[in-house]
């Protein structure tokens, strides 16, 4: 089973269809028991980082992913929902993150913000989310990303007037900065791609 954790932010119902191409049980909540003990959760984000981070801790989603964590049990971070298991962020005010993943959110140096639109990724070797895909285009809406690669990961890389950190996996973590849920059908294969490695 994939759950989608409902703390109050992301495209939930566009993410539950997407999910629900490569699993046969996808469900939205928030209930605790089952966002731990689920396959795999999804966490899903928009908005400012600050304000995803509030939400996430009222809607006692920073315990669930926690204990996920401490079990070793598959995480889907997606776009603020990638940002937030950073250490902190420096969008509008300082803000920390949940620290399952080493670096921090600043804004991307570019001509025009928010980066908005299709854009193509650099996936090393050995990536078991980019299995199978290489040119696609995938979408983002954002203007603040990783930088610095995550040691230990698979770090995969956008350009959008700078390098950033478009994908991340790290043993059972992973991360996008784009979203899957509106990439079309490369969206779909990756997150195929993520159901079955649970």
Known sequence: MIAILDYGSGNLRSAQRAFELASDEVI???????????????????????????????????????????????????????????ENSSEKRESSGLGILSGQISEITAPILPHMGWNTINSPQGSKLFAGLSTELFYFVHSYAAKKEVPGAINSTCNYGEDFLAAVEKDFIVATQFHPEKSGAAGAKLIANWVKSL
């Open 28 to 86: 939205v909540t928030s209930d605790r028991t089952i966002c731990i003990e689920a396959d795999g959760l999804v966490v899903p984000g928009v908005g400012a980082f600050a304000a995803c981070m509030d939400q996430l801790v009222s809607a006692g989603g920073d315990e669930i992913i926690a204990e996920r964590f401490a079990k070793s049990k598959p995480i889907f971070g997606i776009c603020v929902g990638m940002q937030i298991l950073f």
